[in-house]
C-alpha cells in the first residue's frame, strides 16, 4: 500500500490554506497589538490633557510604537492574502492620523470618542479576521471550538476595552481632582459592566479551558482596583486619590488580559495546525 498522497491539487490546497491561515494569526496578533497600544494612549493623552505632564514621555513613545504596528499590518495587508478590507484599513491609518496630529488641541472626552472610535473598529477588524480566517477551519472539524473563539475574541476584548475606558476617565478624574456627574455616570456604568463581564469570563474559562491560569491571577488586582475607583471617586466627597496609582494598576491589568488572549491564540493557533493535518 501507497501511504504518500499522489494528489498534487489536494496538497495546494492544504498550502494554499496554510499560507492563508499564518497571515491571518499574523494579522490577528498584530491588531492585538495595536489596540493595546491605542487604549494605553488613549489614557496617557487624557491624563496628559487633564494636567499630568509626567505622561507626556509615555505618549511619545507609545506614538512610535503605533507608528510600527499599523505599517507591519499595512506591509502584511499587501501580500498575497489579504485579511483587511483595503477601505477599512486605510480608514484606521487616517483616524490614526487625525488623532497623531491634533490630540494636543482636543478637549478631554473628545480626545476619549476619537480614540474610542478607533479602537471599536480595530476590535471589529478583528472578530472580522477571526471569523473569515480561523471559523471555517476550526468549525470544520470541532464544532466545540466555537465558544474558544467567542471568549477570545469577542468577550476577552470586549471587557478589556471596558477596563481601558475606565482607566482613560478615572485617571481623569484623579488628575482634576473633581468628577462631574457624566464622568460619575460613566464610571459606575463601566464598572458594573467590568463585574459582569468578569463573571462571564470567569465562568467560561472554568468550562473552556480550566489551564488557563492568567485570568484567574488577575481577579485580586481587578477586585482592588475597581474597589478603589468606587472609594476614591464615586462615594468620596473630595477626589484626592494619585492618578499615576490608578493608571499603573489597571494598566497592570490590562497587560495580563491581552497576555490571555495570546494565550487563547496559541491554543486557537495549534487546533488550526491539527485541524489542517486532518483535512
Known amino acids: 500500500m501507497h501511504l504518500i498522497d499522489t494528489k498534487p491539487s489536494r496538497i495546494e490546497a492544504l498550502g494554499a490554506t496554510f499560507n492563508q491561515l499564518q497571515q491571518g494569526l499574523t494579522t490577528i496578533k498584530w491588531l492585538c497589538q495595536l489596540t493595546q497600544l491605542l487604549q494605553h494612549h488613549r489614557g496617557a493623552t487624557m491624563a496628559y490633557l487633564s494636567g499630568s ?5 509615555q505618549i511619545e513613545q507609545l506614538q512610535l510604537s503605533i507608528e510600527s504596528a499599523r505599517y507591519l499590518i499595512t506591509e502584511l495587508n499587501n501580500n498575497n492574502y489579504p485579511c483587511i ?4 484599513l486605510n480608514n484606521i491609518n487616517n483616524n490614526w492620523k487625525t488623532i497623531a496630529i491634533g490630540w494636543q488641541q482636543d478637549q478631554v472626552m473628545h480626545n476619549f470618542e476619537f480614540h474610542s472610535h478607533l479602537i471599536d473598529s480595530c476590535n471589529k477588524l478583528l472578530r472580522l479576521c477571526m471569523m473569515e480566517q480561523l471559523k471555517p477551519i476550526l468549525l470544520h472539524s470541532n464544532s466545540s471550538h466555537q465558544a474558544l473563539l467567542e471568549e477570545v475574541f469577542v468577550a476577552l476584548p470586549n471587557s478589556i476595552e471596558n477596563l481601558a475606558m475606565l482607566r482613560g476617565l478615572s485617571t481623569n478624574v484623579a488628575v482634576i481632582k473633581a468628577c462631574g456627574k457624566d464622568s460619575h455616570a460613566k464610571i459606575s456604568f463601566l464598572i458594573k459592566e467590568t463585574e459582569q463581564q468578569n463573571k462571564n469570563l470567569v465562568q467560561a474559562v472554568n468550562t473552556l479551558s480550566p489551564d488557563s491560569y492568567l485570568v484567574k491571577t488577575y481577579q485580586k488586582p481587578l477586585h482592588k482596583f475597581l474597589l478603589t475607583v468606587k472609594m476614591s471617586i464615586l462615594e468620596s466627597p473630595e477626589v484626592t486619590v494619585d492618578s499615576s496609582l490608578l493608571f499603573t494598576m489597571s ?6 488580559q491581552w497576555l490571555a488572549v495570546s494565550q487563547g491564540i496559541q491554543r486557537i493557533e495549534d487546533s488550526a495546525y491539527r ?4 483535512a
Open 53 to 57: 505632564q509626567d505622561f507626556l514621555l
Open 85 to 88: 478590507p483595503q477601505d477599512q
Open 251 to 256: 494598566t497592570d491589568i490590562i497587560d495580563t
Open 275 to 278: 485541524a489542517l493535518i486532518k
